[in-house]
């Protein structure tokens, strides 16, 4: 037979069958292999059991047993059924005539999916899944806020490469970071990694969604195993958390995840566009029923979220009993606090007491709890509901196991929609002392435990918080205790705090081996300082290996020093080449230390070179300076300039500075024209200050530092309506700071009604801590009630900056803060002992 007789026997097509016999195509999926080898009177056995060798499947030990650490993981996209890879069930309604269900016979088990309706975001993705098919591995996530079609949008675009023998991997088990980080190893070729939910893969605490992270960048970039396709998803809220900068000098939790995640995002709207609409409206008029149902309740062109049930859902939590509602309650507030996904009933029975009133207590049923989930669990349409039960199959055991230890913990999970509700509704709000008693009672995952103590802890319940942290280091967290010393530090127990911090050091913690150097060297006691440097470094902390090269270079042992440097660099601490650069400049060896720069500034850190410009200065060699400053300008540093004229006007040579300040403008720093133009603006020069900072306009990067200047400018001269409108253009801008600084210069001028005015739309713009300035203007004012009420409110939030500040202002003595000392109740008293 030729290729094309032995296609019609077998009934496959043509290409399907050239492609299984040829080396470099894809893999032929078990179906083809078991069509040819019918067709063809061979062993389809023995056939499909070669096809599992070639994907890598199986692995067989030496007693010929096959072991899943070696199995390939993944099943054919063919397979799946998008409702176990959490494709929202629709509401109910008939389909439409004729239309089959896009999953295999056997597994058409659950609610029908309407027919799909594309959108924009579906053509940037399709073009991601093409780019995958055509061997180019491929991510992306799609941002959108509950219940807008984000994971339906994926299963939709991997159809296409089901024909294609393509696999689908979904790590969930025994959790999904752990799944993930388990399995990335061993993702072949020609596998879609399912990451809906993403946070809960990139977010996972103890480091281990950094570890994801990074394991999912090795891969995309792994040639041995391309192509493969990442596709993911993700809320608005998550994905900015994960892509925001830390404060300069700040731990930054998020690096790799923010590197995975750079150009790989899609994002969705909440509603349908018109375009959209219409396209629905047509499937309906052909009979989707569940499409013609859901246009009738849509508003706002929020089609998605009508079919996930979302405003029945809405209405079931607003007129849920009493014992219901203190139910979901809890659960909304467990997972605002990042606590679950999967809340045990043990948890929710014990949390929902005091989120009932007295008298709706008191009327509780012995089975008042079995009764609230079974309203809870009442579908809304399909197997959609408030609060569902998580059912676990119990794992496969051999006879001679015996029975299973523990029993099946009982879990709930609460509905997406509502849990994305709970976050905007109850954001102001701290949870009651019963929820907190039934976390510290029934939660046993470490991650649930430590950002529980956390949420405590920024909500200023203290005991809670450390009592949370106790049972998270119980539970095996060891960095928990190093949190614990931070409160006894803040409460004033010195002895108590560094007993925890030898405790976390001894057991093993870098973070706190680390600390422990810190407050020895603080002592004096050197010898112990550097000893714990040196188990911290021994340990893998590369900054540790700084710190002893400090101390090498202390002791005059530049040979010890430079090699500790240089391990420190190699284990990628970038702060380690600045600092053998800056002991080979003091030592005399410039020529060395210029090198370092240089290389350093070959690969975009031009930090060095500036440095070393600045040492210079302090040195005396002022042309030397320049020559550096101008070197790493040359090399992209709009700062190496103006760093340099700091130092100029810090040794008094106010000349020179502006000279550089000058030079740099001339070279487009954005941060030379800020100065320059800060400088003219105080010296009265206003004119002068207005030409540079509408060239700074024009300056690339320069846009919104132009904004915040001419508002100040226009405020020092007296034109409030136009420094407000540059204020708020910079605002629009993402930098609501020039807001504070006009209230900062018209409290200062007395006008401490305008100024409330500025802080408040501050605070509604969303800039951090501007309560702060609010609360201290207020208490100025004798408005004390006022400022402990805006306060208290933002320490319930998760915002206790501003109480903590309240507190310190009304201290009579020297000593503990008093609100950091014992903390609040629950319920916001503050405690004044235990």
């Avoid at 040492?615 to 760093?643: F, I, N, P, Y």
Wanted: with cysteine; proline share 4%; net charge negative.
């Amino acid at each position: 037979m030729n290729k094309s007789q032995l296609a019609r026997r077998a009934g496959l097509g043509r290409t399907v069958v050239s492609g299984a016999f040829s080396a470099s195509a894809l893999l032929p999926t078990a179906q083809t292999v078991g069509a040819l080898g019918k067709a063809l009177g061979l062993d389809v056995r023995v056939l499909l059991g070669l096809r599992d060798t070639a994907a890598g499947q199986t692995t067989m030990t030496i007693t010929g047993r096959e072991t899943a650490q070696t199995r390939a993981v993944g099943r054919p996209i063919a397979d799946c059924d998008p409702h176990d890879l959490e494709v929202h069930p629709a509401m109910d309604g008939a389909p439409a005539a004729g239309r089959r269900y896009d999953i295999p016979e056997h597994m058409r088990t659950r609610s029908v999916l309407p027919t799909y309706v594309r959108r924009p975001h579906d053509a940037g993705l399709a073009r991601i899944v093409s780019m995958a098919a055509a061997g180019n591995s491929q991510m992306a996530v799609l941002v959108g806020s509950s219940s807008t079609g984000k994971t339906r949008a994926c299963w939709e675009a991997v159809q296409s490469l089901a024909p294609l023998g393509w696999r689908l991997w979904h790590p969930v088990d025994p959790t999904r970071a752990e799944a993930a980080l388990a399995g990335l190893e061993r993702v072949p070729a020609h596998t879609v990694v399912w990451l809906n939910e993403a946070q809960h893969y990139l977010g996972a605490g103890q480091g281990l969604g950094e570890r994801v992270a990074a394991a999912l960048r090795t891969l995309l970039s792994d040639p041995e195993r391309s192509p493969v396709l990442v596709l993911g998803t993700l809320w608005p809220d998550y994905a900015q958390a994960y892509m925001t900068l830390p404060a300069p000098g700040r731990h930054d939790p998020h690096s790799q995840t923010r590197a995975l995640l750079a150009d790989r995002r899609i994002e969705l709207p909440d509603s349908f566009g018109t375009a959209a609409l219409d396209a629905a409206k047509t499937a309906a008029a052909s009979g989707d029923g569940q499409l013609g149902r859901a246009l009738g309740h849509t508003q706002d062109g929020r089609l998605a979220q009508v079919l996930a049930g979302a405003p029945e859902l809405l209405h079931r939590y607003r007129s849920a009993s009493p014992a219901a509602r203190g139910v979901l309650h809890a659960a909304m507030d467990l997972r605002r606090l990042e606590g679950g996904p999967h809340l045990s009933a043990a948890f929710l029975a014990h949390a929902a007491g005091d989120y009932l009133s007295d008298d709706e207590f008191d009327a509780l049923e012995e089975t008042w709890f079995e009764r609230a989930v079974a309203e809870l669990g009442d579908p809304v349409h399909g197997s959609l509901a408030p609060l569902r039960r998580v059912r676990h199959r119990p794992a496969r055991r051999s006879p001679a196991a015996g029975p299973p230890a523990d029993p099946v913990l009982v879990v709930y999970r609460l509905a997406d929609y509502l849990e994305q509700h709970g976050r905007h509704e109850r954001q102001a709000l701290c949870p009651p002392a019963s929820f907190w008693e039934a976390a510290c009672a029934h939660l046993t995952r470490v991650d649930d435990l430590t950002r529980l103590a956390h949420a405590a802890e920024e909500r200023l319940r203290m005991s809670w918080a450390q009592a949370l942290y106790h049972r998270a280091a119980e539970a095996g967290d060891i960095n928990a205790l190093v949190h614990l010393y931070a409160l006894r530090v803040l409460a004033g127990d010195h002895e108590g705090a560094a007993a925890l911090l030898e405790r976390a050091a001894e057991a093993g913690s870098t973070d706190a081996m680390e600390r422990l150097a810190q407050v020895r060297q603080a002592e004096g006691d050197h010898l112990s300082a550097e000893a714990w440097y040196r188990r911290a470094a021994d340990a893998g902390a590369s900054h540790a290996l700084v710190r002893l090269a400090e101390y090498r270079e202390a002791a005059g042992d530049y040979a010890q020093a430079e090699r500790l440097y240089r391990l420190a660099a190699d284990a990628g601490c970038f702060t380690a080449v600045t600092g053998l650069a800056v002991m080979h400049d003091r030592t005399g060896n410039r020529g060395a230390a210029l090198q370092l720069a240089v290389e350093a500034a070959a690969g975009g850190d031009t930090s060095i070179l500036t440095r070393l410009s600045v040492l210079r200065q302090e040195q005396g060699d002022h042309e030397g300076a320049e020559s550096l400053a101008r070197q790493a300008t040359a090399a992209g540093d709009g700062l190496a300039l103006l760093s340099l004229a700091n130092a100029r006007e810090a040794d008094g040579d106010r000349g020179g500075a502006e000279a550089l300040l000058r030079e740099g403008v001339t070279a487009g720093s954005v941060g030379a024209f800020i100065k320059l133009a800060y400088r003219l603006r105080t010296a009265g020069e206003t004119e002068q200050a207005e030409i540079l900072y509408q060239e700074l306009l024009l300056t690339p990067g320069g846009y919104v530092e132009a904004l915040a200047g001419l508002a100040r400018l226009r405020e020092s001269t007296g034109d409030r309506e136009q420094a407000e409108d540059f204020a708020w253009r910079a605002a629009d801008c993402n930098d609501t700071y020039t807001l504070i600084e006009l209230a900062h210069m018209r409290e200062e001028a007395g006008d401490f009604d305008s100024a409330e005015t500025l802080y408040r739309q501050s605070v509604d713009a969303g800039h951090e801590h501007t309560l702060v300035w609010l609360v201290e203007l207020l208490e100025k004012q004798g408005r004390h009630g006022e400022a402990e009420k805006l306060a208290s409110d933002a320490a319930d939030a998760g915002d206790s900056y501003a109480l903590v500040t309240l507190s310190e202002i009304r201290q009579d003595a020297d000593g503990p803060v008093p609100v950091l000392e014992f903390g609040l109740e629950p319920d916001g008293t503050l405690i004044t002992e235990i």
